[in-house]
């Protein structure tokens, strides 16, 4: 394929990010994938030739301009909770400054490029809410759509069930409350929850433009070609 992609993607070690980046390893729309992070990581899955790790410290993104250059692709999974966090504070910086700062300089440095940016927020985002998770994804949502990109892809899945383990104190809270989805679910199916692997499905799917999936578009003012795919539609697309 002559006009492969090269694709960046934020927040790779995340549960959504780990299936993501395996799924956009396979496939051949991509010439290349980075990860930009704190750390590099282990990976030693097919294809693993193909990915690039670049260490950023997203404290100082300023000194990492030039991680975020050449890229026609960005996916961001980057996310935390509070509790993740240990504060409110930390919270904010992590899961919002995080997302807009580099989203900011992505633009910034690929001035010529016509950037599709896919990000991963939440079931119930909005900048009005009373609860600081929804919030504080509404906010980035519309931070994001202010900076201009050609084109803008949210995804906004519910609950996130995943396959890996966690602590003791954190599996019995996980538990219970997989154990009163299931009970909702076995009445609504996939009403409530999706797995990450038809979370990160569906996000190449999108940016590779196999989606058969009717979504309302706008363009915004600034020229953005603006969608968003709610719960239910990221399980038609991923599953």
């Known amino acids: ?18 299936t993501l980046l395996k799924d956009l390893l396979n496939c051949e729309y991509f010439k290349s994938i980075t990860s930009t ?17 670049k260490v950023v410290d997203f404290e100082k993104l300023d000194e990492h301009k030039d991680a975020f250059v050449g890229y026609d692709t960005v ?18 910086k ?23 940016y896919l990000y991963c927020s939440s079931k119930g985002a ?6 600081l998770y929804l919030k504080t994804k509404g ?11 050609k084109k803008l892809s949210i995804f906004r899945p519910g609950s996130l069930r995943i396959n890996e383990q966690r602590d003791q104190g954190r599996r019995r809270l996980e538990e219970i409350s ?21 979370v990160g499905k569906a996000m190449k799917r999108v940016a590779t ?13 600034n020229g953005t070609v603006f969608e968003i795919y709610e719960h239910m539609q990221i399980h038609e697309i991923g599953g």
Do not use: W
């Open 139 to 149: 906010e980035i949502e519309n931070g994001l759509k202010e900076i201009g990109f």
């Open 126 to 131: 909005n900048a009005n809410s009373p609860f």
């Open 209 to 221: 433009n196999e989606a058969n999936v009717e979504v309302n578009k706008t363009t915004l003012e």
């Open 1 to 18: 394929m002559s006009t492969r992609k090269n694709a960046l993607i934020l927040g790779a070690t995340g549960a959504v990010g780990k």
């Open 75 to 92: 996916f961001c999974t980057l996310g935390t909770t509070k509790a993740q966090a240990g504060s409110e504070e930390n919270f904010v």
């Open 37 to 53: 992070g704190r750390r590099e990581f282990a990976y030693d899955d097919p294809n693993k030739e193909s990915l690039i790790q």
């Open 178 to 198: 997989l154990k009163i989805i299931s009970v909702v679910e076995m009445v609504v199916p996939k009403k409530i929850s999706v797995h990450v692997d038809i």
């Open 94 to 116: 992590i899961d919002k400054d995080y997302v807009l700062n580099s989203a900011k300089l992505v633009k910034e440095q690929n001035p010529n490029r016509e950037i599709h």
